[in-house]
């Protein structure tokens, strides 16, 4: 606007310089040639040919200064959108480095994911093949230890069970021997010399009735020595059991039996010196 009025006063003073240009070619020919009065119509007629070419002057101007505008505009405008699209393709280039970037730590992520599982995978496979093979080992091993027990079990058992025999065996043959000897009287024979040995070594007491009857339980040896004795039943005093138990000390070592089958460790022999 400010550029359009400076034309227009341009144009403005440019008129009126040239109506006092033409006033003052009149005053002259005015002066020297009083008689050219028909000159006037011809210099009005210049003058608005003159109006008429610097308006259209100032139209041509004015058009070209909006022209020139209108160039500067789209070469503002062009340029503003060259430096948009500049700015967008950059930050598009940003965006996708910065997604290409994300991408790359997502994979990256990914990959050290699978990596763990994969390692925490082989750690746990590895973790149960040991425990499968320790828990082998251990199976083998009880397997073992059981077959063994049973097998020193059963050795034991059968051991047992052969002594068992055997004693049994000895036992019956003891048995049947001693049988024999009773049979045979030697069980009485050895009794009636431990008894008579008994008596030998006893000093009858004063207290001693007549009809005197003891029980008497002599522990011994294979050797013979007497280790204990005790009076059982008895029919005497406090000194007559003394007396009998002092006899069976003296008696010792007592005879030894017929055959070793009929030594007892604990003997039983009834006491009767009146008999």
């Known amino acids: 606007m400010a550029e359009f009025v400076r034309q227009h006063a341009s144009a403005l003073a440019l008129s009126t310089l040239l109506h006092v240009m033409l006033l003052a070619a009149l005053g002259v020919s005015f002066r020297f040639e009083p008689r050219r009065v028909p000159i006037v ?98 199976e083998a091993e009880a397997r073992a230890k059981a077959e063994a027990e049973r097998r020193r079990q059963a050795a034991e058992e059968a051991a047992r069970q052969a002594a068992m025999e055997e004693e049994l065996r000895l036992a019956l043959a003891e048995e049947e021997a001693l049988q024999a000897a009773e049979d045979a009287g030697l069980l009485d024979q050895y009794v009636q010399l431990i008894e008579q040995r008994i008596e030998r070594n ?45 006899a069976v000390l003296r008696a010792s070592p007592l005879p030894k039996p017929p055959t070793p089958r009929l030594f007892d460790r604990n003997l039983e022999v009834i006491f009767r010196p009146d008999s």
Request: glycine content about 4%; some cysteine; charged content about 40%.
């Open 41 to 138: 119509p011809l210099v009005i007629e210049a003058t608005v040919v003159d109006e008429s070419a610097l308006r259209a002057q100032r139209e041509r101007e004015r058009a070209a200064e909006q022209e020139r505008q209108r160039a500067a505009e789209a070469r503002e405008r062009e340029a503003r959108q060259r430096a948009e699209a500049e700015r967008q393709a950059a930050a598009a280039e940003q965006r996708r480095l910065e997604q290409q970037r994300r991408q790359q730590e997502r994979e990256a992520q990914a990959a050290a994911e699978r990596e763990r599982q994969q390692k925490a995978e082989a750690e746990r496979q590895a973790r149960l093949q040991a425990e499968r093979e320790a828990k082998a080992k251990a």
């Open 202 to 246: 006893w000093i009858r007491p004063a207290s001693a009735g007549a009809g005197l009857e003891c029980v008497v339980k002599v522990s011994q040896i294979p050797s013979g020595d007497v280790v204990s004795v005790r009076i059982g039943r008895c029919n005497g005093d406090e000194a007559v059991i003394r007396s009998i138990e002092a």
